[in-house]
């Protein structure tokens, strides 16, 4: 196992991550006969992999050792604590000619990645709005009450309002990066991100020191996405990274879902777009996301319903009566008749069982409404 | 035609819209002969319609004579103007308890109903807000545009803004009423019934004088689905009467769309509701309506696109290579060799494309980005 760790640090050191022929040698032949062929000449020609300038950094041993002494373990396949969702992107398409499970990943925070029971990728634009931060915090913080661990990138906008909104409901949380876990990227989210540390965790595959790069991002993209049981897009504008993450979701059959906005806001395009082409859910609350990403009928999302009004309950002739009375004026037994289209002893005897139940009352004018009835005209 | 005319109108009179006994006896036996069974006690008995209140003021003759002097014309089944979309309502499941084309059209306004090409209900809730109203205005204007009648039922918020977007960009529009075309309701949209009877068209299946009620709303809605190709509906409450429209233009086939909104805002959650459980399409445009309900092709939804940047037309090589030149300051040739992780000499020749396209540019502290790579660190 030290050999296979060993090897898979040395890996992460020399090949860029979510390259799916590192992942692909790496299955056929394992991480250390892989490492063996990069370091003999002939190998790297074979595989047409571009090492050599990254050779002289080399030392595993060193580097383990090094980030242990900081608090950061290197967790690979195979140990308990591999979060074995990771493995699903052997198997999933590749996007942008990225794809495989990573080598293993540097991992900073008390959290143990097997004690994650369920967790959901809640992401977003980092341009965000007012409105997309605060849904993002309510959902997190929804979620976090149901024992969810909220993933994300701990990215300006959305990222950190999930985050917080995590940590504000006393949730796990844990923020993937596209850069070394001893850096601090954005460096606005120094806080933010020792906080995380200090209670859930901070991962990510780059080895120690490693720049947040472009490709980094769309390659991080795919551990958020597998790590989780379904993604949350909240703000995405139509070329968002967020919508990244919601494709690499896709190709591995996890939940795609999406938080509409006003159609209006730039920052929710790309999430009505998805929605719109059947490629997202819609939803609006914790609860719809519960029930999306959970096992049948574990987490079942009520129907919000209005309360029942007294006039809803009753039998069509009442109910064809009571519709007859006029909305503001009293109006006489035969006007009601009329109007209802009810013989006046069908009607006379309507409006006394109405009477009885208090939703009319009887005047010298004639009959009214009584507030009870809520008889407002329904809209329209 | 006179016959049948008269007995449609007097039947208009006797019973209420949208009780599908009268549809289905009109059906059976035609107008004339109903309204001769009714006319007779034993028929009524037979139908278990309770006319008799109402039997006292009928006189079709006089009404289509009075209704004529005021420029209303009372359209029927076989005449030419007839919109035979009506037709479908036949076969239509009922929605409580309701159903049945109805008996004719009592019609104010130049448009005439063949002339209406295609049309679109935009459709929501009275409690309607500013971003509502906003979108509604602007989704009818849309559809003015595209030669597209909008239909709506006159009442406060979205019905209005609906409405008067349509005549703002000059186009034709309906104003389904709940009560006589003759009878002002809401009382505060006087100005605007009138606006739309001078170059629209304000038409109801009720007689004139008759007052609008709780069930004459939701018989109405089914004319409202009925007449047009699809129904959107901008923003409804999970109780709200439009919703109901949806309902019978998903009973009758019709595309049912609903505009998204901030998941906070309750005057959205009906149409949130629809969109999730797939009773409804998410459409954010003029363009996402007329896609739905037109003819395959006829109007393509353009994917709306941000212009594509430089580097998303790089290959490999050299997008790894621009990737690999720091976002902030310049660097040395190894040092981007070393992140791109591809040997000196690739990287030097990758860096001259790059040049060469004012992607990148040398400097004596090394290379840098130009602003035409565009290259800030994507999002998320």
Known sequence: ???????????????????????????????????????????????????????????????????????????????EEWPTGLDDLAHAPTVHEMGGPPLGLWVRGPLRLDEIA????????RSATTYGE??????????????????????????????????????????????????VYPAAHRDLLEHIATVGAVMSELPLGCAPLRMRFLARNRIIAALTRGTVVVEA?????????????????????????????????????????????LVTSPADVLELVSGLGEHLTEVPREPARARDRLSGRHRQVLEAVPLRHPAGLRAIAATAGISLLATQSALTYLADRGLV???????????SADAEVPEA
């Not at 985050?163 to 850096?183: E, I, N």
């Not at 009352?361 to 507030?371: I, M, P």
């Open 237 to 281: 504008a139509l070329r968002s990274g967020a919508l990244n993450t919601a494709t690499w979701a896709d190709g591995l059959s996890r939940p795609v879902m999406g938080v509409p906005g006003p159609v209006s806001s730039a920052p929710s395009q790309g999430v009505h777009h998805r929605i719109r082409t059947g490629a997202a859910s």
């Open 1 to 79: 196992m030290s050999d296979e760790r060993h090897a898979r640090a040395a890996l992460s050191r020399l090949t860029e991550p979510g390259d799916p022929r590192v992942a692909a040698a790496v299955a056929r032949a394992g991480a250390p006969v892989l490492l063996q062929e990069l370091l003999a000449e002939q190998g790297r020609d074979t595989l047409d992999l571009d090492v050599e300038p990254r050779l002289g950094r080399l030392d595993p041993e060193r580097e383990l050792a090094d980030a242990a002494r900081s608090g950061i373990r290197f967790v690979v396949p195979g140990d």
């Open 118 to 125: 369920e967790s959901v990728a809640v992401v977003g634009s």
């Open 361 to 371: 009352a009887e005047s010298a004018a004639g009959w009214r409404l009584e507030r």
């Open 134 to 183: 605060g849904v993002a915090r309510e959902i997190a913080a929804g979620l976090a009450r149901a024992a969810m661990t909220v993933v994300s990138g701990a990215a300006f906008g959305i990222d950190q309002a999930a985050h917080r909104g995590a940590l504000a409901a006393d949730g796990p949380t844990v923020a993937v990066l596209a850069c070394g876990v001893d850096r």
